[in-house]
């Protein structure tokens, strides 16, 4: 499975961005997608995930009430609406996957996926 992560950029506190991951290759039948960042100097944290299904979503808290996690099945994408962007915000977003049931929406720890993304850059200016 090959994911690629786009639609970072620079953008001024309070602003929004929307990233959006596509899956290629061998992509199982129903897997879990999420997003974690990772800023400099710091280790790489969860931000949010998705099942298959849809229905099931799980937020940091950091980013609760602020970023919303979606998926399209028909074009094995992951999209994260980031709103309200706060410069603590700026970092490294990688988008990951792994094989799971439909209804599971993944956990917090980086090793439990598989497969990622190369990355892109979200700076967010004060």
């Known amino acids: 499975v090959q994911l690629q992560a786009s639609g970072g950029g620079l953008v001024q506190a309070g602003g929004s961005l929307r990233l959006s991951c596509a899956a290629s290759?061998?992509?199982?039948?129903?897997?879990?997608m999420a997003w974690f960042r990772q800023a400099p100097g710091k280790e790489r944290e969860f931000v949010a995930a998705?099942?298959?299904?849809?229905?099931?979503?799980h937020y940091a808290d950091s980013v609760k009430g602020r970023f919303t996690i979606s998926r399209d099945n028909a074009k094995n994408a992951v999209y994260l609406q980031m709103n309200s962007l706060k410069p603590q915000d700026t970092a490294a977003y990688y988008c990951a996957t792994d094989e799971a049931p439909a209804s599971y929406s993944g956990t917090d720890y980086s090793s439990d996926y598989h497969y990622w993304g190369q990355g892109t850059l979200v700076t967010v200016s004060s």
């Open positions: 290759g061998r992509t199982p039948s129903t897997y879990v």
């Open positions: 998705i099942s298959w299904s849809g229905d099931k979503t």
